[in-house]
């Protein structure tokens, strides 16, 4: 069993930055394809960035394409989120989560078998 513990959320201003990271605990996460997931009140949870299992593809939505970064340190076995130019649409809930059956990472929820807890993000006007 893995268990994901993300940290790095909090309030910032607008245009401001962010780096949230996934710890996973019991197995290396150099073993998953790992995506970040958000999920704002009153919608559905979205895809927001994923990183293949030897870091070397990535994937981002295009709302957060070119102020996102997703990165893994397999030595250190944490996935983290740099986020920049914040917007207060970016505000949401945002997950950790680790696929065992993509090799590349996937945009779709269910190709995910493990999922973190979640971190607040609020980005304020």
């Known amino acids: 069993q893995v268990q994901l513990v993300e940290s790095g959320g909090g309030l910032v201003q607008a245009g401001g930055s962010l780096r949230l990271s996934c710890a996973p605990s019991g197995r290396t996460s150099s073993r998953y394809a790992m995506g970040w997931f958000r999920q704002a009140p009153g919608k559905e949870r979205e895809s927001v960035a994923a990183?293949?299992?030897?870091?070397?593809?990535?994937y981002y939505s295009d709302s957060v394409k070119d102020r996102f970064t997703i990165s893994r340190d397999n030595a250190k076995i944490t996935v983290s989120l740099q986020m920049n130019s914040l917007k207060p649409e970016d505000t949401a809930v945002y997950y950790c989560a680790a696929s065992t059956t993509s090799y590349f990472g996937s945009y779709y929820s269910d190709h995910y078998n493990y999922w973190g807890q979640g971190t607040q993000v609020t980005v304020s006007s």
């Open positions: 990183i293949s299992r030897n870091g070397d593809n990535t």
